[in-house]
Every structure is written in C-alpha cells, then in structure tokens.
T-cell receptor, first 115, second 112 residues
C-alpha cells in the first residue's frame, strides 16, 4: 500500500508569490491534515479536512488555506508568501473516524524556501 | 502558546543504554499522548501512544510512563541502538481528530 505522497518535494518561491502544495493520502483514508515544521517553531497544526470539509483549524493567518477533493486528495495554498513561510510542510492522513487514538501517517513533506 | 514542553533538546546515549525523554503538558483536556520518531528527510512516524487512564505502556523496547497528577509523560528506549538515532517528538490531542500539539523535539544520538 502506497504511503502519503506529497508533491513537489522541493519548492523555491519569492516573496509575494503564491504556492500550492499537493497531498495524496493513503488509499481509503478520508482525513488529511497539514502541519508546518520549522526549526524555530517546531511542528504546528495548520488544518484538517474530512470529506471535503475543514474539520479543524490551527492559528495561522488567512493566507494559508486548503481544500480537499472528493477523492480525498488535498491541496494547501499560501498566498503573498513571506520569508517566514519557509518551512517543511507535512501532510498526514488517517481513516478519519475521528476517534482519539486514530493512527496518523505522515508524508515526507514539501520543503518550501521563500527568497 | 507552548502547551507541551519537551526535554532534553538533545541526548547522547551509548549503545545498549537507556534513553529517556520527558514531556509536560498544561491542558488537562488532552486525552491522547503519542510519540513520533522522525529521521532526516522523512515525516514523523508514530512510535507508541498512551491514554491518561493508563500509567504505563510498553511496546518492544519503547515504554511510555504517564503521570496524570503531575501532567507529565516520558518515553524510555531500552537497549538503545544506533538505528534509534533520530528526532523524537511527544504530542498531545483532545477529543479525537488530528489536531496534535507537539513538543519541541529531542535529537537522540546513540553512539557505538
């Protein structure tokens, strides 16, 4: 069974641009979550989608948005990029049952560099 | 707002030794506490997890100890091996869903 797939693996953008990252969850998983990982702030939750609906949201500005498609694939978008948005963006999927001990599977991430 | 504090930031252990990583939380509504292991260039992978109604959980060489009254939990890696060298994150969540609050991470190096 294929794991969580994130594309692209690396991305370089300049300030003010926008970027779209893609995530394909494990087959059969209906929940997709996004996390930002930086050396300074660590791992921070961005948002979670289930059945094309945002189920939870972290404390990030409105420049960060996401969506989920009917096949559970997800995209996240960052508009008007800032230098501080440089980070590893991780996607994670789970079955989506919403139970507390549901196992979360992470992809290898997209490394975004903003110049 | 740092709701899960993790220590130490880095740890060097000799092969065969015990690695111990500690975490403390503030939010008493947290009801699930997983530990993740991350290798360079990879995403975090779930290692072991515990619920607050259990004081200890063991899976192979990995054990979580949980102290609800102190709001602390720790990961013990017995017989540490060089292959265990990675960054370890504790995390916490509440009420289901996948909104995890992570600790700041511990970089573990196991030396021969």
């Amino acid at each position: 069974k294929a794991g969580v797939t994130q594309t692209p693996r690396y991305l370089i953008k300049t300030r003010g641009q926008q970027v779209t990252l893609s995530c394909s969850p494990i087959s059969g998983h209906r929940s997709v979550s996004w996390y930002q990982q930086t050396p300074g702030q660590g791992l921070q939750f961005l948002f979670e989608y289930f059945s094309e609906t945002q189920r939870n949201k972290g404390n990030f500005p409105g420049r960060f948005s996401g969506r989920q498609f009917s096949n559970s694939r997800s995209e996240m978008n960052v508009s008007t990029l800032e230098l501080g948005d440089s980070a590893l963006y991780l996607c994670a999927s789970s079955l989506g049952a919403g139970t507390t001990n549901e196992k979360l599977f992470f992809g290898s991430g997209t490394q975004l560099s903003v110049l | 707002q740092q709701q899960v504090k993790q220590s130490p930031q880095s740890l060097i252990v000799q092969k065969g030794g015990i690695s111990i990583i500690n975490c403390a939380y503030e939010n008493t509504a947290f009801d699930y506490f997983p530990w993740y292991q991350q290798f360079p260039g990879k995403g975090p992978a779930l290692l072991i997890a515990i619920r607050p109604d259990v004081s200890e959980k063991k899976e192979g060489r990995f054990t979580i100890s949980f102290n609800k009254s102190a709001k602390q939990f720790s990961l013990h890696i017995m017989d540490s091996q060089p292959g265990d060298s990675a960054t370890y994150f504790c995390a916490a969540t509440q009420g289901g869903g996948n909104k995890l609050t992570f600790g700041t991470g511990t970089q573990l190096k196991v030396e021969l």
